[in-house]
């Protein structure tokens, strides 16, 4: 394809590009109260300035390279400047609502990596267990097995002590998402781990339940919450990758740059999971471990699901200045 923009046009326009990156350095360094109210000033007026450089870039293939170096510096700008300013309900409300859709399809390659290995691990871990029912006593405790083969659900101690165990089950959830986006740090091999971990866990005791006939006892009390949590989990698995891969694969960039850029873009696509487990969680602590009819909570987890694909694939338009 043949070059849109001159070479001059990006000679033109490079200065102020190299400007508004050496007032971020002096920021990254020295903090936001090292630059002049007039410097501050001059930032947001090259802010938007090379917001509007990078609807051009974006139109010609050729220039990749420009376009991705401006990006970067647009979401290191955004960060500062917008962190000024008072957030609340409303600023948060649109962030998911309009900015966190084109977060998470701009890294969907790295959340479809993350489920194809939960599901390649799962469906290991229900074939070893039904191939060789022992097997499951590696992921399974007695008491569990136990319980099973009394025909109970273990979930069942969970009704009577519902709002302390709402927060510990909060928790947990939060810490195992946030523990999978970190793993990318060990370049991607701790964030497949953890997947590796879930994966097979899920699989097991899905094999198990299905040889107790107890198929239906298990996913009655896992759709409710699991279309929110076991996304979520997904998801950070996707924001361990993209850390990851920007350890492994710096591309054109130094690595350092690249590690930062991946690192914004990891944590970005991480924070959409906080109201989801917020909501999985209350609906784990009441709703499904309780005697709520089976129909029910089916239902319940297919509308939350399909809420969930609503709210990610829908079409939104974007300003330049929200995207990375």
């Excluded at 917001?51 to 960060?79: I, K, P």
């Excluded at 299905?210 to 979520?232: K, R």
Aim: proline letters at 4%; glycine letters at 8%.
């Amino acid at each position: 394809m043949a070059p849109i923009l001159s070479n001059q046009w990006i000679a033109k326009r490079r200065p102020h590009w190299d400007r508004l990156a050496f007032l971020l350095t002096r920021s990254d360094q020295h903090g936001v109260a090292s630059l002049s109210r007039s410097e501050l000033q001059e930032m947001a007026l090259l802010y938007r300035q090379v917001a509007g450089d990078l609807s051009v870039l974006r139109r010609d293939e050729t220039a990749r390279t420009h376009t991705e170096n401006v990006n970067m510096l647009l979401a290191r700008a955004h960060h500062i400047i917008y962190s000024r300013k008072k957030t609340g309900w409303a600023a948060l409300f649109r962030f998911l609502k309009d900015e966190y859709p084109v977060i998470f399809r701009r890294q969907g390659s790295y959340v479809l990596a993350s489920l194809l290995v939960s599901i390649a691990w799962g469906i290991l871990g229900a074939a070893l267990t039904t191939a060789r029912p022992q097997f499951m006593r590696h992921y399974v405790g007695p008491a569990m097995i136990s319980t099973m083969e009394q025909h109970k659900m273990w979930t069942e101690s969970i009704v009577s002590v519902a709002p302390q165990e709402t927060s510990h089950i909060m928790t947990n959830n939060l810490s195992v998402s946030f523990l999978t986006f970190a793993g990318g740090i060990l370049f991607g091999i701790g964030t497949f781990l953890l997947l590796f971990n879930n994966g097979m866990m899920l699989g097991v005791i899905a094999a198990a339940c299905h040889q107790y006939g107890m198929s239906i006892a298990l996913w009655s009390f896992v759709v409710p919450h699991g279309s929110l949590e076991l996304p979520a989990i997904i998801i950070a698995g996707g924001a361990g990758f993209r850390i990851g891969r920007a350890m492994l694969f710096p591309g054109g960039y130094r690595w350092k740059e690249s590690v930062a850029r991946g690192g914004i873009e990891a944590s970005r696509l991480v924070s959409g999971v906080i109201p989801m487990l917020v909501v999985a969680g209350c609906l784990e602590g009441f709703f499904s471990p309780s005697h709520a009819p089976v129909w029910l909570k089916f239902t319940v987890g297919g509308l939350l699901f399909s809420l969930l694909l609503t709210w990610l694939f829908r079409p939104v338009k974007t300003a330049p200045a929200a995207q990375v």
